[in-house]
């Protein structure tokens, strides 16, 4: 059967982390989250890591090239032979360029790119409705999940307080630098026929099935 190679892509709060929970059971590949690679080589001294760790600690971003190094290294386990889903790279059309070179020299290609598209208001709604306890970090949401008592966790009785991250002012930056370095390259995938694009406003069931069966139609077609 032929690998299912994925990208990942959407605004923060589109709900990757759900949809890619889901088909990695679905699909039996592993998800990669960018950020996760690069703690895990910091964390582990790897050769990579400790090159990553240098430009770190001199304030500097980690080149792409360097990322995609971290990446690939990743993606040659055993694991990943049959496929993956990425999650956080590439994030601008420089590093897709990266990926795909790095990609065919080991005559690897990607299957598709699914974006999730969700509304810059609805994603300000969802991330600035979370609230977290301050004893145990348990989370809730104002509209979504709220507490019994407002501003009070349920489980430890601590105060409520919303991060500075999910602050509306905050996400709606974040969504700048998505809009800025992200959607050129969405543009880019879908002129090579590989993107995939879902409604992220619809329950997290339907991304689910569309997802789902919008994968299984790709990989009978690659069968034929």
């Known amino acids: 059967m032929k690998p299912l190679n994925l990208v990942l892509l959407g605004p923060p709060g589109a709900g990757k982390g759900t949809q890619a929970e889901r088909l990695r059971e679905d699909f039996e590949i592993p998800y990669f989250a960018t950020g996760d690679i690069l703690r895990a080589a910091v964390r582990d001294a790897t050769d990579l890591g400790r090159k990553a760790q240098a430009y770190m600690d001199r304030g500097e971003l980690v080149p792409d090239e360097l990322v995609c190094d971290l990446i690939m290294e990743r993606l040659d386990d055993p694991d990943a032979r049959d496929g993956f889903l990425l999650d956080g790279f590439p994030r601008t059309v420089r590093q897709a360029e990266v990926l795909d070179d790095a990609l065919a020299a080991r005559d690897r290609e990607l299957t598709a790119v699914l974006v999730i598209d ?48 999910d602050k509306p002012e905050t996400i709606r930056r974040r969504l700048e630098v998505y809009h ?20 992220g406003t619809r329950s997290p069931d339907e991304v689910h099935r569309h997802i789902r069966a919008t994968l299984a139609t790709l990989r009978l077609e690659a069968e034929l």
């Open 118 to 165: 969700v509304p810059d208001d609805e994603v300000v709604r969802r991330l600035s409705g979370r609230r977290i306890c301050v004893k145990n970090q348990h989370v809730y949401h104002v509209e979504f999940d709220p507490p019994k008592n407002p501003d009070v966790c349920d489980q430890d009785g601590s105060r409520l307080i919303q991060r500075d991250d």
């Open 180 to 199: 800025r370095e992200t959607e050129p390259l969405v543009a880019w995938y879908e002129q090579r026929g590989l993107l995939r694009r879902f409604d």
